[in-house]
DNA sequence: TTGTACGCGTTATCAC
DNA sequence: GTGATAACGCGTACAA
């Protein structure tokens, strides 16, 4: 035996320091204790390879004995694969959509890749982030929030798979994965109308997001197209409270004019209904309806009971990284977009015939 | 300029075929491209460096010209740091305490770490991820769930920073950082004693997670000591069908007798409410109080305003991180443990004097 | 201040 | 089937 560099393991690192965490057990040392080549115990880890079972049985033994775990770093430096994904959330999602980055990790963990997680709070954070991301050479990036154009060039030099979820890009060809926000819309309208409710309300989200666009330019549209014009929106932001607002403004203005609250999500939904129950002494459904967008557990439980649209989140994060895994395996394929229909729930905050 | 390896930027690369997404920019393409030597680009890089003002303009310039991004594995490979942190959750804790992650991630994000997210679903699936996360040669890793002694001997044989969320081993020492989950079922145990409560019912969590233990456990000895014996117990899972269950099981079994129920979480607390308000048309907190523990944002919304506990997450989060930091840059330092008071949130789902 | 030379720990490519 | 050797892209002593 001819060991070539790291001749032997205390010689080389004895008059070494290291900056961190003593020596680390490599397979160098593994080669050295069972007494074959580096290469050896390269190929042990190397699914496929050809070894014999003698050889793989004394490499495994050495491996246990000596506790040795291959280093990805190093491996991912010659092989250019990371086993790594950037998911980029934003605030909003992360806290009120858990749902959706526990299913991309299931998803991507089954694939045999891990989670680089980014969230991101002001929106211009996110250039310097998507940066980070790509010094860790993710295999690819599944994003959640809005991206300029130039970024998604970007990408697309780098040749890095790149899909969004629950958004996109205008008039762009991107892999994309949502819920057709505009049908879910249409089927709340639909039937809200057909129970025979006459004057609406809607609750929006906030202006930046492409989905809170989508579903109130949904609701507002498909309103006009019956013959329901000038229906008044109250601009919200996700949140609970803005929920509670957008109650009040929207009673206070109508009095007991409005049939139905048409809510941009689900958090809002309920504090819109709270709201309207709580202090406006209003009975859900039986003055007013509420309904919302989304889905969301607490949405579902009994007390709140909402009528709402779920979306599919499980179906559609394994989507997204089938998407990216596919790119990974065959970098030139054309972007693609899934879209999904959401299920109506039928709750008890609206009164639906 | 007399550059070693890399001879040229296409001679090196233009018989050679990559498995992906082409040629990378690397530190020497910058190089040739300003006319200067591989070491310079990568001293530009470095915080503090001493490099003059006119090198580090023509650097940069061409940094910005080939848009290149140093290789986080290569740089990691040398350095023995990583930026990246592993942090374990729990399938309940990553789908129901969503800022358990938001807040880790925003205090690792201001230290320069990111996040290697990893979910347990089945308690033993944990062995096998962890060496996983060993293998991306994490600077620490932050762990939410339970562990073997056994595994933590084997991160302290690594050197490597381990701190437990919301959860610990016992007759060990080890990094911990929690809230006092003993101290806030006093609390409440003591309301709603003094609010005159005299008979009470529990429901307990999972039996593996030591904080529904401790949770339980804290309300049953507290009770105990006040003369309060034989309080029946009902074992949920700390989902909103268990305390569903709960109730109707406790309802059911002492009627109208109940008082107070006491549940290990606020999504149990939330089932229960629900239910004792549908199935059994009991007012709260007017016939029976239910009180939980989280503080998590559906509860403390209107429509719930369940009494509880609330852990203050962000403050725990911080800990969480500053532990394992001190951890990275002092890796001899002795285990902590940081225990943190929850605060009562006053609802309207106990009747508090 | 700048450049040279080497090593971090692995996989890939060859001879054998 | 096995072993030597050259990358992968970077940081860093050391010499200049």
């Given at each position: 035996m001819n060991q070539t560099r790291r001749p032997s393991l205390e010689l080389s690192r004895g008059n070494k320091v290291f900056p961190q965490k003593g020596p680390r057990v490599t397979s160098y040392d593994v080669a050295e204790h069972a007494g074959v080549s580096q290469s050896a115990v390269s190929r042990c880890f190397k699914?496929?390879?050809?070894?014999s079972k003698k050889m793989r049985d004394r490499v495994m033994k050495a491996v246990t004995e000596m506790g040795y775990q291959p280093n990805a770093m190093a491996r991912s430096l010659i092989t250019r694969r990371t086993n790594l994904v950037g998911v980029i959330l934003s605030e909003f999602t992360s806290l009120h959509h858990p749902e959706v980055l526990f299913e991309l990790n299931q998803s991507f963990s089954n694939r045999g890749e891990h989670i680089l997680l980014f969230t991101v709070h002001r929106e211009r954070d996110i250039d310097e982030m998507i940066e980070l991301v790509f010094q860790y050479q993710v295999d690819g990036v599944v994003i959640a929030t809005t991206l300029s154009p130039e970024r998604v060039d970007w990408f697309e030099e780098r040749n890095l798979p790149l899909v969004f979820f629950n958004s996109t890009i205008r008039n762009r060809s991107v892999n994309a994965v949502f819920c057709d926000q505009d049908a879910g819309e249409r089927e709340l309208v639909n039937a809200l109308i057909n129970a025979g409710h006459k004057s609406f309300g809607i609750i929006s989200g906030p202006e930046d997001s492409l989905v809170s666009i989508q579903r109130t330019a949904g609701a507002r549209d498909h309103l006009g197209e019956l013959g329901f014009d000038n229906v008044p929106v109250f601009q919200g932001d996700y949140s609970y409270e803005s929920g509670q607002r957008g109650a009040r403004e929207l009673a206070n203005r109508f009095k007991a004019k409005l049939d139905a609250i048409i809510c941009a999500n689900d958090v809002m939904a309920i504090g819109c209904m709270d709201t309207l129950r709580k202090e406006f002494s209003l009975k859900i459904p039986g003055d007013i309806s509420v309904v919302g967008f989304d889905g969301i557990a607490p949405a579902i439980w009994a007390g709140c009971d909402l009528t709402t649209i779920r979306q599919p989140m499980k179906q559609m994060s394994e989507a997204a990284v089938d998407i990216i895994m596919e790119r990974v395996n065959h970098p030139d394929k054309a972007p693609e977009t899934r879209v999904f229909t959401g299920v109506m729930h039928n709750g008890s905050s609206a009164r639906l015939s």
């Open positions: 699914p496929g390879a050809s070894v």
